[in-house]
């Protein structure tokens, strides 16, 4: 069993609904006991508050709000950035493998469709050249991340000679380790990074480290933008789901502390 397998298989036992699932079954195997119906009860209420939106908000709003939304004033400056000295690299965020619709071939997930969309406006609207960087981890998909991201932003009007691919890294210390090889060798050190925005602080952590000069492009933002109602108290899938998404981000960041950089956290 590779090392990205394990780690895959770790978190989903300890995120939700996994983690919840487990803490159940421990409770139900003790419920004579009084502890065992404890278990029960939190493995509940646990599930019901990451299912509700005012705290699936409270745990993605430290990661989405730490870098702004890119502003109109940014990108007129980076239309003026001398050529060959910028770009702006896409993060992979997944495969719909085998799409029907498609014909059977491999197409872009939710979080990847949405982050290409994005880099693709915006190379059009600053001249920036795009590198998609992702490789094939877990996945039987006859094409990488960083592929069909780049076919995907040519279908979007962005020149073929601007859309570049990485298709080896299989994590996002790798994403930034591989394309600081690529862009270095051109002298390219500034980047504007694309990714979901609870994506950002660990991408733009991994890439600074590399040693690029990053410019924050979040997009496809979780938290809930309008006003709380009724509903937002009453449990929901998909809320649940991006408050494991956030959770996995928490985790991630004090996993990669303790294996790139055990000296610094990286929030800092």
Not at 93 to 101: C, M, S
Not at 122 to 145: I, M, N
Not at 218 to 242: F, H, I, M, V
Request: proline letters at 6%.
């Amino acid at each position: 069993m590779s090392g990205l397998m394990l780690t895959k298989i770790v978190t989903l036992l300890l995120l939700p609904p996994g983690g919840l699932i487990l803490l159940a079954f421990a409770g139900f195997l003790a419920r004579r006991k009084w502890w065992g119906r404890a278990l029960l009860a939190l493995s509940l209420v646990t599930l019901w508050l990451l299912s509700i939106a005012p705290v699936r908000d409270a745990l993605t709003q430290p990661l989405e709000f730490r870098s702004p939304p890119l502003s109109a004033a940014q990108i007129s400056e980076l239309r003026l950035s001398p050529p060959g000295t910028t770009a702006i690299v896409l993060l992979g965020g997944g495969l719909y493998e085998q799409a029907p619709e498609y014909g059977g071939s491999d197409e872009l997930s939710h979080f990847a469709m949405m982050r290409t969309i994005y880099a693709a406006r915006l190379a059009r609207q600053t001249g920036l050249p795009v590198y998609a960087t992702g490789g094939r981890p877990l996945s039987s998909a006859s094409e990488s991340e960083g592929a069909v991201m780049r076919r995907w932003l040519l279908q979007f009007g962005v020149a073929e000679e601007q859309a570049f691919a990485e298709e080896a890294s299989e994590n996002t210390w790798q994403n930034a380790a591989y394309m600081w090889q690529m862009l270095q060798s051109q002298g390219v050190s500034h980047i504007v990074l694309v990714t979901s925005a609870w994506h950002m602080p660990r991408s733009c952590w991994c890439f600074e480290q590399q040693g690029f000069e990053v410019i924050a492009a979040p997009t496809d933002y979780l938290t809930q933008q309008n006003d709380y109602d009724a509903r937002s108290l009453l449990p929901d899938a998909g809320t649940l789901a991006s408050s494991s998404l956030a959770l996995h981000e928490y985790l991630g960041l004090g996993w990669y502390r303790l294996r790139y950089a055990a000296w610094e956290w990286p929030w800092n």
